[in-house]
């Protein structure tokens, strides 16, 4: 399945950007998805899950209560809004899908993802 992100870009403090990923495949409403963030010199991160209908969701400490992700399994899409930007949610955010992962749970490791979007940078200024 081939990833598609979009939806990146240059925002202030507190400002808001939503990210998109197109899947190619048909099969996307099978998969878990996942947004990963990676700041330089870190390593990639999971930000937000979603399971594949979308009942179940996981969000890292760090943005709860900020970030949302969705799916839209006939647009073969996951969203991710982002609100309250802070300037430590600078990084590339890569979407991903684990196509050979269980899609009834979610997964949280890098090792589960096993197709990668290109990735969108997003930086947010203070």
Not at 41 to 50: D, N, P, Q, T, Y
Not at 115 to 124: I, K, R
């Amino acid at each position: 399945v081939q990833l598609q992100a979009s939806g990146g870009g240059l925002v202030q403090a507190g400002g808001s950007l939503r990210l998109s990923c197109a899947a190619s495949a048909r099969t996307f409403s099978n998969y878990v998805m996942g947004w990963f963030c990676q700041a330089p010199g870190k390593e990639r991160e999971l930000v937000v899950a979603i399971n594949y209908r979308g009942g179940s969701t996981y969000y890292a400490d760090s943005v709860k209560g900020r970030f949302t992700i969705s799916r839209d399994n006939a647009k073969n899409t996951v969203y991710l809004q982002m609100n309250s930007l802070k300037p430590e949610d600078t990084a590339v955010y890569y979407c991903a899908a684990g196509t050979k992962a269980s899609p009834f749970r979610i997964v949280t490791t890098v090792t589960d993802y096993d197709q990668w979007g290109q990735g969108t940078q997003v930086t947010v200024s203070s």
